[in-house]
């Protein structure tokens, strides 16, 4: 008999506490020792997660208006840059972005956690003043309970897959993987693997546009494709992405975050971060749905990359899978090389628990997608020409 499954089903399931909820990895074993239908009868969710270092994140404020009122033009949060050219008091803030006094030691990243944590951020903002807009700067200081919105709105979180890295040549790089030690003296590799959220549903069958899902400790939504979004790179046979692949857009309510699923970070020499905490549902509606969540770490590839290459295209240096990579080192012609996770499973792991058991309590019902995920997307290359004709143009 064939397992179907709807949405409405799975969370009538859930209002009356008789969804049975797993995690990515738990549902591994469970098919092991129950078999594929038994298993897709059985569990009706099944949670993933992912804590790493997601760049592309930032948050939209709205402060509300001042007495006279201004209209802001510049903005700085702790002397952090914000962007202001929206409307009279609403901004922006990347987490990339660096304080002009402190420089890498504090940035975007550090503002958003000071906000969820409740602490007070020094505003100041100058304007051109108008009728409607006379006054021309105000320095205050706000809370996220103060102001009028603060959402968390990440243009490009929750990479697919991602090459793994390291360095062939005689000096040491600080970059976005970490830092690289010279002759291949580290690998490293941000994923969680087997629990990560789109290796968990590769053809994006659950996961779109309007799917509810845990972002930094409370519940949020994807909001469109991620910037970068390539879904069009080369899939194995069980249709993982051995690259990059897809990436997603997410929308939370930064009011409601807690810090322990969404952290500041800087990397030595290289910048700001922010670790963000995400995970989603995955409802179990038929048994290739339960086989696609059945994914493990030997089954996930990735390429590890040579970043002294300053291209964008990158030599392979070799293929390897995740259990390999978590090992704790890989083999490199005759040199054995230790790797290095850049996130953290850990808290990965914990984001999942946490999922599963808001699920069990029925305070978080699943959400079908109102528009699918694109399956094909090229990423583009910036067209340097120009540039170089006038470059050669001067000589």
């Known amino acids: 008999m064939s397992v179907c499954k709807t949405y409405d089903e799975i969370n009538e399931k859930i209002k009356s506490g008789k969804a049975v909820v797993v995690t990515a990895e738990e549902i591994i074993d469970l098919v092991k020792e129950k078999g594929e239908e038994a298993v897709a009868k059985e569990v009706d969710v099944v949670t993933t997660a992912t804590f790493g270092a997601m760049c592309s994140t930032g948050a939209f404020l709205n402060?509300?208006?001042?007495?006279?009122?201004?209209?802001?033009?510049?903005?700085?949060?702790?002397?952090?840059?914000?962007?202001?050219?929206?409307?009279?008091?609403?901004?922006?803030?990347?987490?990339?972005?660096?304080?002009?006094?402190?420089?890498?030691?504090?940035?975007?990243?550090?503002?958003?956690?000071?906000?969820?944590?409740?602490?007070?951020?020094?505003?100041?903002?100058?304007?051109?003043?108008?009728?409607?807009?006379?006054?021309?700067?105000?320095?205050?200081?706000?809370?996220?309970?103060?102001?009028?919105?603060?959402?968390?709105?990440?243009?490009?979180?929750?990479?697919?897959?991602?090459?793994?890295?390291?360095?062939?040549?005689?000096?040491?790089?600080?970059?976005y993987m970490g830092t690289l030690l010279p002759h291949m003296g580290n690998v490293t590799y941000s994923?969680?693997?087997?629990?990560?959220?789109?290796?968990?549903?590769?053809?994006?069958?659950?996961?779109?546009?309007?799917?509810?899902?845990?972002?930094?400790?409370?519940?949020?939504?994807?909001?469109?494709?991620?910037?970068?979004?390539?879904?069009?790179?080369s899939r194995g046979e069980n249709g993982v992405p051995k690259g990059p692949a897809g990436t997603l857009s997410l929308i939370g309510n930064l009011k409601e975050m807690d810090a322990r699923f969404i952290r500041a970070a800087s990397f030595e020499s290289y910048g700001i971060t922010m670790f963000v905490g995400l995970g989603i549902p995955i409802p179990i509606l038929d048994i290739e749905m339960l086989r696609s969540v059945c994914v493990t770490d030997a089954d996930i590839y990735t390429d590890i990359i040579d970043y002294s290459i300053p291209k964008r295209s990158k030599p392979v240096i070799k293929q390897v899978n995740y259990q390999q990579l978590r090992s704790g080192s890989i083999t490199i012609g005759n040199k054995k090389i230790p790797t290095a996770p850049l996130s953290s499973l850990a808290k990965a792991r914990e984001v999942a628990l946490e999922l599963k058991q808001w699920?069990?309590?029925?305070?978080?019902?699943?959400?079908?997608?109102v528009q699918g995920l694109p399956k094909s997307h090229e990423s583009h290359v910036l067209n340097s020409k120009l540039k170089e004709e006038k470059e050669a143009c001067s000589l």
């Open 359 to 369: 699920i069990q309590a029925g305070s978080f019902l699943l959400s079908e997608p």
């Open 191 to 233: 994923s969680a693997g087997q629990l990560s959220p789109l290796l968990n549903d590769p053809f994006y069958r659950t996961i779109g546009i309007g799917t509810r899902i845990f972002l930094g400790g409370t519940q949020g939504f994807v909001s469109w494709e991620g910037t970068q979004h390539s879904p069009s790179n």
């Open 63 to 175: 402060f509300g208006h001042a007495d006279p009122p201004i209209r802001m033009s510049k903005v700085w949060l702790n002397d952090v840059p914000a962007y202001a050219g929206l409307a009279a008091v609403d901004a922006f803030i990347g987490a990339t972005e660096t304080s002009e006094i402190e420089g890498e030691d504090y940035g975007g990243a550090h503002v958003i956690e000071d906000l969820i944590l409740g602490k007070s951020v020094k505003l100041r903002a100058i304007a051109h003043p108008t009728d409607c807009y006379p006054r021309r700067e105000i320095t205050t200081y706000i809370t996220k309970d103060d102001i009028n919105q603060a959402f968390l709105f990440n243009p490009r979180n929750a990479y697919q897959n991602y090459d793994a890295a390291t360095n062939t040549s005689e000096r040491t790089l600080y970059t």
